[in-house]
């Protein structure tokens, strides 16, 4: 199974799990992805994947000493929990 076709099954089951979390990060993952394949008319293969998954983790991680300066402990939970997510298909 394909990174792309895991992430797909992932969506379908955090759906049903109604779990907002990891479907919204699958989402954005999977937008990314819709995203630089519709600009480039290329099908991204499991390492495009990986780099697309990189580039959100590192946005996120660049983002996290933002709130923990201003002290939104909510905020950093959920950043937290998305990172282990994203840590999760690399």
Do not use: C, H, W
Request: glycine fraction near 4%.
């Amino acid at each position: 199974m394909s990174l792309k076709e895991q992430l797909f099954a992932d969506l379908k089951t955090a759906m049903k799990e109604k779990d907002t979390l990891k479907k919204d990060t699958v989402q954005l993952i999977r937008s990314g992805i819709l995203q630089f394949e519709k600009d480039n008319k290329v099908e991204l293969d499991d390492e495009g994947v990986m780099e697309i998954i990189t580039k959100q983790l590192k946005s996120r991680r660049d983002s996290l000493p933002d709130f923990v300066k201003s002290g939104r402990e909510d905020l950093i939970e959920k950043l937290n929990k998305e990172i282990e997510i994203l840590l999760s298909y690399l």
